[in-house]
């Protein structure tokens, strides 16, 4: 009996000693989830927008949280990645535009490492030598190569460029003006514009500013000889699109009927992913941009925001064909941006520099 009672005690220590099963959590797999958003709420040519599977997952299967939005954006750059999910529209970058499910595992053809990371929609380094992106470039690449990721930069793959005469436009009206000037006629030759706002952003948790850099094409075009524009094509080897690049303050056009201050709101939430209080927003100035073409009207404001404040990644709207790179610009970088002698920027960039290093700018 003396030995039955000593097993008996030991088989009870070995049961105490047994680490606690872990509680099971109910959520379902990401993978089940965003491919049950896409069947219910895509089609089969265009697929799913990524707010239209977000929308879904989360009145569907309850999990409207941020881990949730975390971890499908994460699958679907996985996903994508890997050949499961395949993108329909635009070549953005990361967990933006519409996805379908692939119908057979993807087969990548035998090329280059170079050629390969291209078509894949990134690059781990791209060498830039304009002297405005440089600054973006430096800062970006560290960040992301802390975080082990790579550098997605596809903005500037621009290729099958051509150019026509306008004929018709829902954001550019041509005119000709007809006027005496001290009893003199003359003419002027002018386009209206939509009104926008700008924003100067500065994340206070990091100490610096946010800006966004983005393919201009206007800036591509002029940036390219009189005598080398004589054709309908553009030879993009010989004028690659990064020459469109441009490093700018978050802002938008006034298309809606709301106060500026909302739109200006609006404009940080979609292209850099920050939701700051309306309160938060402090105008800076209004004035006329385009002065010998268009005159039009932007007014300028100032936010700080907290890293508490990101909700997303920013970058625009996909469906509206935004293709837009957040762009963080500490005081350090800042100092030696302004001190360049050509930046591939529009001035209302320098002047809101300009302003915050006087008005805002820390001391120390």
Known sequence: MEGVAVQIKQEINEEEIKPPLKKKYNRPPTSRIVHDAIINV?????????????KYIFSTYRLDDRKTEILINNYIKKAVRSGKLIRCSGSRKGAQGFFKLATQKRTLPTVD??????????????SITNPSLQLVKEEGCEEERRRGCRVTVVMDVIDEVTVEPLLT?????PYRLHYKQNDVKKIWDLVTLHESVSVIIYNTDKKKLILVRQFRPAVYYNGIPPEDRVDVTIDTTKYPGIRG?????????VDKRKDLVEIAKEEVLEECGYDAPLEKFEKVITYRSGVGVSGDRQTMFYVEVTDSMKVSDGGGVAEEGEMI????????????FIKQSEVNCPGGLLFGLMWFLQHKAPKD
């Open 42 to 54: 895509g089609s089969k040519e265009k697929g799913a927008s990524v707010q239209k599977i977000k």
């Open 113 to 126: 490492k170079k050629t390969l990371q291209q078509q894949e929609g990134y690059i781990e380094k791209r």
């Open 169 to 173: 436009s829902q954001f550019v009206k």
């Open 245 to 253: 690049l441009t490093l700018e303050l978050c802002a938008g056009i």
């Open 325 to 336: 790179e957040v762009v963080e610009l500490s005081m350090a970088e800042l100092q030696v």
